[in-house]
């Protein structure tokens, strides 16, 4: 729940800041951070994007060591237990209200798709090189991590909204991880 705080406390903020003054709006920040429903399609390339994304998270954890997966704050068992699923939703989303919301919108804005989607990737990717600091036999997670990263942020782009691809990161993170178990 913490982390799900932290990530979108600076959206908020965004928000609050940017609908202060004369010609901004709520609405149009909102806009702007990817705060909307998104449309059918979008929900359609989000399927689209779930079984890659999915294969791509199982075979990361296969990748890695059993007794890795075992350590404290790593265990894939853990997934069984609904605060733990709720645990690893609520990251997700927070995950894709800062990351593909908030910076990705920034981004595309000042330096279009291309690189825009490139740079939001790589600061995806800083906070979770941090489980090669738990152990660096979890390293096939971190090639995984970019391509979401990358995907994720393509389909904010195209849908306009960061929340099929919230849909479809949870979705994906806790699949994958069930079928780790």
């Not at 927070?94 to 989607?117: I, P, Y």
Request: charge should be positive; charged fraction near 10%.
């Amino acid at each position: 729940m913490a982390v799900f705080v932290l990530f979108c406390i600076p959206t908020v903020v965004y928000l609050a800041v940017q609908s202060r003054g004369e010609d901004r709006s709520f609405r149009s920040a909102m806009t702007r951070s990817g705060v909307s429903w998104g449309s059918a399609s979008a929900y359609g390339w989000a399927t689209l994007l779930l079984l890659p994304l999915v294969l791509s998270g199982w075979l990361a954890i296969v990748l890695v060591p059993a007794d890795v997966l075992e350590l404290p704050g790593v265990s894939i068992a853990q997934l069984t237990s609904i605060g733990a699923a709720v645990g690893v939703i609520l990251r997700a989303v927070g995950e894709e209200v800062f990351f593909r919301g908030l910076v990705s919108g920034v981004l595309f804005r000042r330096l279009g798709f291309g690189w825009g989607n490139l740079i939001q990737t790589l600061i995806f990717l800083v906070p979770h090189l941090g489980l090669l600091l738990v152990d660096t036999r979890l390293w096939p997670l971190i090639p995984v991590q970019f391509v979401a990263g990358w995907l994720l942020g393509w389909l904010r782009h195209k849908a306009d909204s960061f929340v099929p691809g919230a849909a479809v990161h949870t979705i994906a993170n806790v699949a994958a991880g069930l079928l780790a178990a």
